[in-house]
């Protein structure tokens, strides 16, 4: 494939990933056109139809996922710190949410089978490499891992997606939930995130706090009280 051509394709692929991630995967294939900055006949040329689209763009993740772990195992000799590696990674390609989202319409079949064999199969070495070194907690299974990058790493809903505008909020959860993965947790303290300001990123009012009633005074010792 010509290099203009396969920037091309790989511009679609994206644009899909985020409009199918925010929308879901009956989301108007206008709207990936506009994102991928291509004309119509660009994507239909490459993908005729959603189904084609959508496995297209599984099958390209799986294959990113298989990658990402490769390349964290071969920069990191720390098991830990390679699986940690490989699930911020996969967090910047929007790997785990899409692939759910994606997965609920599309047919499994043979070939899908065998991407997504080879992309478990290299996620759960890193897996095993961090147990084996007494760096992750034994109870720690790929679906643990895989359902935990899905929780944290989907969008936020409305207006609270504004405190995650750079992506770094993202990164800051998984490290928190990462540590609590670890036997001997590692990475950088961040900001914490105050409940007032997901208050405030939802539009939502602040909660008035209540005044404290007041203390009624007390009488000297041995005084009666006399009714009125």
Known sequence: MRADAERSRRRILDAACEVFLERGPDAPLDAVVRRAG???????????????LVRALVIDLLGRLAGAAGEARGAEPDPYLALRRFVHAAADLRMGAAIVVLLERLVVDEELVAVRRGAVTAVEGLLVAAREAGRLRPDVGMGDLVLLCVRVTRPL??????LDADGSLVH??????????????????????????????????????????????????GEVETGA
């Not at 660009?42 to 959603?50: G, I, K, Q």
């Not at 961040?190 to 409940?195: E, I, S, V």
């Open 38 to 52: 291509v004309g119509p006949g660009t994507l239909y040329r490459r993908f005729p139809d959603r189904e084609a």
């Open 172 to 221: 800051r959860h998984l490290d928190l939930a990462l540590a609590g993965l670890a036997a001997a947790p590692d990475g950088p303290p961040g900001r914490a995130l105050g409940f007032d300001e997901v208050i405030a990123a939802a539009g939502r009012p602040g909660e008035p706090v209540p005044e404290a009633a007041e203390e009624p005074a007390k009488r000297p010792a």
């Open 157 to 162: 809903p409305g207006a609270l997606a504004a």
